[in-house]
């Protein structure tokens, strides 16, 4: 998983173990606004989702020591991610996540005032929507259809198997499905 311009994740540990702390720089510069989009998603709130990522690489520097090459470091940190917005919600107020719509956090295709209306008004119906979800409907779904993370990566960072997680989304999108045919 190598690249010119990814860190070598069977490399890392090694050197950092051994003192080289700018080995986690360069983890930091790579994985840093993932991370950050990840929070933003799960979170809602841009200044809640900034804490919660630098939450995540201050655990990540404190657990690589430990870290297992054979893992996938990218996925290892989803988890680390995932597992830090739930902590955060769970430690900040218990509603529901306010925050704004997605159709602010977006551009509009249409530049016309009507098409931005329309825009953000799909967008609160998807929030809106999102927020009805269960924390793991939640989360499997922005790591599918927003982060892009192959069903495996999934199973990972949510530690369970690729069937669950298939059969979780499937229910998932069903579920947002009749959530946003009743905004409709």
């Known amino acids: 998983m190598a690249s010119m311009n990814s860190p070598d994740e069977n490399r890392l ?8 702390h700018s080995t986690f720089e360069r983890i930091v510069q790579h994985y840093q606004d993932k991370i ?9 709130n841009p ?9 995540v690489f201050i655990k990540a520097f404190r657990k690589l020591k430990d870290f297992q090459p054979e893992a996938s470091l990218y996925t290892w940190l989803y988890r680390i991610g995932v597992n830090t917005c739930f902590d955060h919600k769970r430690k900040s107020r218990p ?4 925050n704004e719509s997605l159709a602010e956090t977006l551009p ?6 009507e098409g931005q209306y329309q825009s953000k008004e799909i967008g609160r119906a998807i929030q809106s929507a999102l927020d009805q979800l269960s924390r793991n409907s939640r989360t499997i779904i922005v790591l599918k259809e927003i982060e892009g993370l192959s069903y495996e990566e999934i199973a990972e960072v ?3 198997s690729v069937g669950t997680v298939k059969s979780r989304l499937s229910r998932t999108r069903e579920e947002l ?3 946003l045919e009743k905004k409709v």
């Open 13 to 20: 540990p090694k050197p950092f173990k051994d003192g080289d």
């Open 36 to 44: 950050y989009n990840l929070c933003r998603y799960l979170l809602g």
């Open 47 to 55: 200044q809640d989702a900034e804490d919660a990522a630098q939450e």
């Open 95 to 98: 509603e529901p996540f306010k």
């Open 108 to 113: 509009s295709t249409e530049p016309s005032p």
């Open 158 to 160: 949510m530690d369970t």
């Open 177 to 179: 499905r009749s959530l």
